[in-house]
C-alpha cells in the first residue's frame, strides 16, 4: 500500500501519467472488494459449519433421548411381564391347593359316610341276631316259675347288650368323625402353611434382586450393593 500511494503521489506531478493512476485506484478498489469478498465467504462458512455442528449435536441429543426412553420401556415391559407371570404362578398355585383342599374335603366326606353306614349296618346286624337269638332262647323254653326267671334275665342281658352295642358304636362313629375332622384340619393347616411359605420365599427372592460390587480407594476395598 505504501508503494501504490508512493507511485500516485509521483504520478500525480506528471498529467501524462493520470491514466495510470486511474487503473492503480481501480485495482486497488478490485483488491479491496475481493478482499472483502472473501472476508464475507469466511464468515458465511464459518457460520454454515457452526449451524452444521449444532445440529449434529441437536441429532444426537435426540437419538439419545430416544434410545434412553426405548431402553426404559423395555425394561418397564420386562417388569410387567414378570409380575403378571408371577401373578399368574400365584393364583395357580392358590387354586391347586383350593382343589387339592376340596378334594380332600369330599374324599374325607366319603369316608365318613362309608364309616357311618357299615358301622350302622354292623349295628343292625348285631341287634338282629341278637332279637333273633332271644326269640329262639324265649321260644325253646318252656314257661314255669323258674323259666320265667331265666327268661326274664336272657331279656336283661340281650338289653344290657343292645345298649352297650348302641353305646359303643355311638362312640365309635363320634371317634371316628373326630379324628378325620383332625386330619382335615391339619390338612388344611399344612396347605396354607405351604401357601403362605410360598408366598414369603418368593417375595423374598423378588426383593433379593441386588448385585453387590467391590470397590477400592486408599481408605481400603468395600462391598457396595445396588
Known amino acids: ?33 475481493i478482499i472483502i469478498i472473501i472476508i464475507i465467504i469466511i ?12 445440529i449434529i449435536i441437536i441429532i444426537i441429543i435426540i437419538i439419545i433421548i430416544i434410545i434412553i426412553i426405548i431402553i426404559i420401556i423395555i425394561i418397564i415391559i420386562i417388569i410387567v ?18 382343589i387339592i383342599i376340596i378334594i380332600i374335603i369330599i ?3 366319603i369316608i365318613i359316610i362309608i364309616v357311618v353306614v357299615v358301622v350302622v349296618v354292623v349295628v343292625a346286624l348285631v341287634l338282629v341276631l341278637l332279637f333273633s337269638l332271644h326269640r329262639i332262647i324265649s321260644s325253646s323254653i318252656v314257661i314255669s316259675s323258674s323259666s320265667s326267671i331265666i327268661v326274664t334275665i336272657t331279656n336283661n342281658i340281650v338289653m344290657v347288650v343292645i345298649v352297650v352295642i348302641i353305646i359303643i358304636s355311638v362312640i365309635i362313629i363320634i371317634i371316628i368323625v373326630i379324628v378325620i375332622v383332625v386330619v382335615l384340619l391339619l390338612v388344611v393347616v399344612i396347605v396354607i402353611i405351604v401357601v403362605i411359605v410360598i408366598l414369603i420365599v418368593n417375595n423374598f427372592n423378588n426383593r433379593k434382586t441386588y448385585r453387590s460390587a467391590h470397590f477400592c480407594s486408599e481408605f481400603g476395598c468395600y462391598i457396595k450393593s445396588f
Open 1 to 33: 500500500m505504501i508503494i501504490i500511494i508512493n507511485i500516485i503521489i509521483i504520478s500525480s506531478y506528471h498529467h501524462h501519467h493520470i491514466i495510470i493512476i486511474i487503473i492503480i485506484i481501480i485495482i486497488i478498489i478490485i483488491i479491496i472488494i
Open 81 to 98: 411381564i414378570i409380575i403378571v407371570i408371577i401373578i399368574i404362578i400365584i393364583i395357580i398355585i392358590i387354586i391347586i391347593i383350593i
Open 43 to 54: 464468515i458465511i462458512i464459518i457460520i454454515i459449519i457452526i449451524i452444521i455442528i449444532i
Open 107 to 109: 374324599i374325607i366326606i
